[in-house]
């Protein structure tokens, strides 16, 4: 509940100036310092603002009468360094470089005084950023933006100052605007942390061209979007493919299509154009959020109509239609010639009553997620006036409301209107339906973001020990392939069915082989130095008796030998062929992006792979519901169910093989790249045909075992700090992580305290967590938060006798690690009703042993000085109690890790 340790750079109260001396017609200045002094002084700021030439005479003690939450610095480059050192000892929390054309080294150094004195530092590069509620232009980025609850971060000075400049004219208005710079210090992930916190802040727009910690960006992006929509415009689309890949899926799989993933699975909405980024904004400006992806059209033209009904096929979305029962209804409502099939086309008669009528309808029809109104110039029709109708009405629905009013001079007041009611609207349909698919977008993405799937699911355990002694001595025989057989021996640790194989190092041996597993077979070159077998002809297929598989392995040794004579050949692999009938050819492959690490693949598969190019993405860790979504994103998806004859494939085995694929990437982080391809998939199983895996030792400071997880930018849910306790007076009550699916559980327990106790714990006297708050809470990376539940199991008898089991959250101890990255804050609260029942001296030593597990060195928190139940528990598990300086209500507790 306290505040942001941002809150000083982005909401000071009180602000100090470095801008040589005060500009003036004779000394005017740097260019940033004119434009900055005069873009503070243009408006009234509510805090306190001072201006310091740090070359004026006076001593360090002079200086130290100036207090400040936030030094602006507006000097040449030479002069940077100097004036943050001064900051640093007037104690000012945070700074803010707008200066130009320093180098990373000078960056660094400027980043270290800040460091040294503790300071958060936005810049050096940097446009700065704005506050408009607060009246405060930090920035030299334009004219203060209107207020309102849509921020915008952006990584482009140029672009902020375009999307402003676009804002004044569109009624778009903004929290806040932050521009970062290439080396600044607070960084994107930071200023997301700060969004997701600020209840000023409804939703948030992203311009951003490169990220340098997956971890960190992925962690404060889930938690921005799952309190608030987010949108991302993306800049520097690289080609797919990699031409040093040694698998199919390093080939196709760009490091663009892993950031679409990376977004989607973070639950933002990514848009591939800055038409499409203000579109977006427009809707987010509205606060609207879809649940669904129906669209319905009412419309007073055919032709505009067909358009948008076209586009909203081309992007996978649904065209609404009408219920029997609201056609009925709305139809006598109708000119005689409205049409209300498909499109509800009210014809060249319509008038704002009739506009009315059918928006109605179509917002309360449960058929309708959303609700796009177009209309086009008739003679003797007001647009202004169906405008001003729907201004009116917009209160009054919760769906998406989106408009295009078409044509130029005779609309301009009708678009006034609109905007001014913050209804979206655009001059052509394709543009208004694509701003729908943004937030349909959204809702889909926002149930991914709500999976948090633990490393190993429920399925038989894995030999993990097993496949890394096999990956540790590939890798002592210095190789990073592994052959076929090693690669499928390591997919079987898992579980992964496989097709048997044997390697055969003659022909002789290879006829023996295949007599003793049944004919027909296939054989296949076994070579570390060829990654795809059929280009080089190393591939057999269906050979039906010993004569044949003599002839195919020494014709198959040949041909290889004389296409890469510098190829290493161990043999040739022999394995039945897979008898599937109908079956279809799937590929299953893995990629290591830079940065997001791990990414699993899925498509169709066989010979044509690069051709087909089918490719779905999706970041490990994975469950049920997450590989069942990836599979549904690859078009071979249309191939598994009934298709010309063939019966639908075993979905849940298909499943399965992805789920295992995730354990293997969780637990072996020496995985670089892989292609199971094909998998042979049909109504009786999945069966891995051919496998080629390839492996390097584990990142810096992974050691390839225990539970860190940090090759991933997704942490898995740790279930291995799940233990069961015993309930003093008792029972037993299981302490566990929290999960997204706990929300109401925890609500339940705050509606459930006392009026004092929930005072001690939020410092407020509400009644029950506010939704932002409460999906906050619930939804977190387990990795700089963590927060641990006591869950109690109760058995309840119904009436008719039956027994149903009903969960209770009994008490919560959570942390959250401080900017520093040494220390966590934490805080702890139990249900009234078992207080004293060594809850709460549980629950604080789990998330301590989970902090100390972390790497952290002490664990801190704040307690009411009248809460004496807390400070006599803080004080029984060795915590020291102090008094807090900024504030006599509290005590300052704290505990070496």
Request: aromatic fraction near 6%; glycine fraction near 8%.
């Amino acid at each position: 509940m306290d505040n942001h340790y941002l809150t000083s750079l982005f909401a000071p109260d009180s602000i100090v100036v470095f801008a040589g001396a005060v500009p003036t017609a004779e000394a005017p200045g740097t260019p940033q310092a004119q434009t900055l002094v005069a873009a503070l002084k243009a408006q009234p700021f509510g805090g306190s603002l001072a201006f310091l030439d740090i070359h004026t005479s006076g001593t360090l003690a002079d200086l130290a009468q100036t207090r400040a939450d936030l030094a602006i610095i507006a000097l040449p480059p030479e002069d940077v360094a100097a004036a943050l050192e001064v900051a640093g000892r007037i104690k000012c929390r945070s700074a803010l470089v707008v200066s130009s054309g320093i180098n990373a080294t000078q960056a660094a150094e400027l980043h270290r005084v800040a460091k040294r004195h503790g300071m958060h530092l936005l810049g050096p590069n940097c446009m700065g950023f704005q506050s408009p509620r607060r009246g405060l232009n930090a920035s030299v980025a334009g004219p203060l933006a209107t207020p309102g609850h849509l921020a915008l971060v952006s990584q482009s000075g140029a672009l902020t100052a375009s999307i402003l400049d676009w804002a004044k004219q569109n009624a778009v208005g903004f929290s806040t605007v932050v521009s970062l710079g290439p080396n600044t210090a607070v960084d994107l992930a930071q200023v997301l942390d700060y969004l997701a916190n600020d209840a000023h802040t409804h939703s948030i727009v992203v311009y951003m061209e490169g990220i340098s910690d997956a971890r960190r960006f992925m962690s404060a992006l889930r938690a921005a979007a799952n309190a608030k929509p987010v949108v991302v415009l993306k800049a520097g689309h690289k080609a797919g493919g990699n031409k040093a890949a040694q698998t199919h899926s390093g080939t196709i799989v760009g490091s663009d299509d892993v950031f679409d993933s990376a977004l989607r699975r973070a639950g933002a909405v990514r848009v591939h154009s800055f038409v499409q980024l203000f579109s977006a904004a427009k809707c987010l400006a509205s606060r609207y959020r879809a649940v669904g992806k129906r669209l319905a059209v009412v419309t007073n033209g055919g032709g505009p109509g067909v358009l948008a009904a076209d586009w909203i096929s081309e992007i996978d979305l649904e065209l609404g239609t009408l219920s029997p029962a609201s056609v009925a209804a709305l139809r006598p409502q109708l000119p005689p010639l409205a049409t209300l099939a498909d499109l509800v086309d009210l014809s060249e008669d319509a008038t704002p009553a009739h506009y009315l009528a059918a928006v109605k309808a179509a917002s309360t029809d449960p058929q309708v997620d959303g609700v796009l109104v177009i209309h086009s110039p008739k003679g003797g029709c007001d647009a202004a006036a169906i405008a001003a109708a729907l201004a009116e009405f917009m209160p009054h629905t919760t769906k998406p409301l989106l408009t295009c009013w078409m044509g130029d001079a005779s609309v301009i007041d009708a678009r006034t209107l609109l905007n001014a009611a913050a209804i979206p609207t655009f001059r052509t349909p394709e543009a208004a339906v694509g701003a729908f698919g943004n937030i349909a977008a959204f809702y889909q993405n926002q149930r991914l973001l709500q999976q948090t799937p633990p490393p190993l699911s429920a399925l038989a355990q894995p030999d993990i020990e097993g496949a890394r002694l096999l990956i540790e001595s590939v890798l002592t025989e210095r190789r990073k392939v592994l052959t076929e057989m090693e690669s499928k021996a390591l997919l079987a640790a898992f579980h992964i069915p496989v097709t048997k194989t044997v390697l055969a190092r003659s022909a002789n041996e290879a006829m023996m082989i295949a007599t003793q597993l049944g004919y027909p077979v296939a054989l296949k070159i076994d070579s570390p130095d060829v990654s795809h077998k059929s280009d080089v002809d190393g591939v057999a297929l269906n050979i039906a008796n010993a004569v044949g598989v003599r002839d195919s392995y020494n014709d198959m040794v040949a041909l290889v030998a004389r296409q890469m004579p510098q190829a290493r050949i161990n043999g040739v692999t022999v394995q039945n062929m897979a008898r599937h009938k109908r079956g279809r050819e799937i590929y299953i492959g893995l990629v290591t992006d830079d940065p997001f690490g791990p990414v699993i693949a899925f498509g169709a598969g066989g010979t044509m792979i690069e051709l087909l190019n089918d490719r779905a993405m999706e970041l490990p860790p994975l469950n049920q519901f997450l590989a069942r979504s990836l599979i549904e994103r690859s078009r071979v998806a249309e191939t598994l169910g009934e298709w010309r004859g063939a019966s639908p494939v075993d979905m849940h085995a298909l499943e399965q093989v992805l789920m295992r694929v995730s354990e293997m990437v969780c637990a072996l982080p020496q995985l670089r790249e892989m292609d199971i391809n094909p998998i042979i998939v049909d109504a009786s199983g999945a069966v891995a045909v051919d496998a080629r895996i390839v492996i390097d030792h584990s990142p810096v400071g992974h050691s390839g075992r225990g539970q860190s997880y940090q090759h991933l930018a997704i942490l898995p849910y740790p279930a291995h700090y799940e233990h069961v306790w015993p309930l003093r007076g008792g029972g037993q009550y299981a302490v566990r992580p929290i999960r997204p699916d706990d929300a109401q559980m925890l609500q339940d327990l705050v509606r459930g305290l006392s009026a004092e106790s929930r005072y001690f714990r939020y410092v407020s006297m509400l009644s029950e967590l506010p939704p932002s708050m409460l999906s906050r809470f619930a939804l977190m990376d387990y990795d700089r938060e963590m927060a641990l539940v006591a869950v109690f199991k109760e058995r309840v008898v119904t009436d008719d006798g039956s027994i149903t089991e009903t969960e209770r959250i009994l008490g919560v101890s959570r942390f959250i690690t401080n900017p520093d990255s040494t220390s966590c804050e934490f805080s702890l609260v139990v249900a009234d009703a078992y207080s004293g029942r060594g809850l709460g001296s549980r629950l604080m030593l789990s998330i301590m042993e989970v902090a100390r597990e972390k790497g952290l060195s002490e664990i801190e928190g704040l307690v009411l000085a009248n809460n004496p139940g807390m400070l006599k528990l803080m004080r029984g598990l060795g915590f020291t109690v102090k008094p807090f300086a900024e504030d006599p209500n509290f005590r300052l507790v704290a505990h070496a890790l």
